[in-house]
C-alpha cells in the first residue's frame, strides 16, 4: 500500500517529530576537543543544543546527557544538522 498525497510517508514524519522543550546539560566529544552545552529542545530524531565551540555541518560528535533528569547517562553519537547564532541542532544517529 502507498501513501496518499495527503499521508506523508514515514520518512517525513520522521524529519517532523515533535520536539518538546527540555534543559538538561550535555557533554560532547569531537575528536580532541571536549565540551559541555545545555540541551534546550529534544525530539526522536535529535536536540538542539546552546554550545560555546564552533563546529561544521556534518560532523560527528559523541554525545552524552541524562534523560529525564536523574536516570542514568545516555551515550550516542550525533551530527551537527545546522548551526544557530546561539547553537547547533544535532541529529541523533541510531
Do not use: C
Amino acid at each position: 500500500m502507498h501513501p496518499s498525497p495527503d499521508t506523508p510517508s514515514r520518512e517525513i514524519d520522521r524529519r517532523q517529530a515533535k520536539r518538546l522543550p527540555y534543559s538538561t546539560l550535555v557533554h560532547y566529544r569531537r575528536q580532541a576537543q571536549e565540551g559541555i552545552g545545555t540541551v534546550r529542545n529534544i525530539s526522536a530524531d535529535g536536540m538542539f543544543v546552546e554550545a560555546q565551540d564552533r563546529f561544521a555541518p556534518g560532523d560527528r560528535i559523541r554525545i552524552s546527557f541524562r534523560y529525564r533528569h536523574g536516570g542514568a547517562y545516555t551515550d550516542m553519537l550525533g551530527e551537527i544538522a545546522r548551526i544557530g547564532p546561539s547553537g547547533v541542532g544535532v541529529r541523533f544517529i541510531w
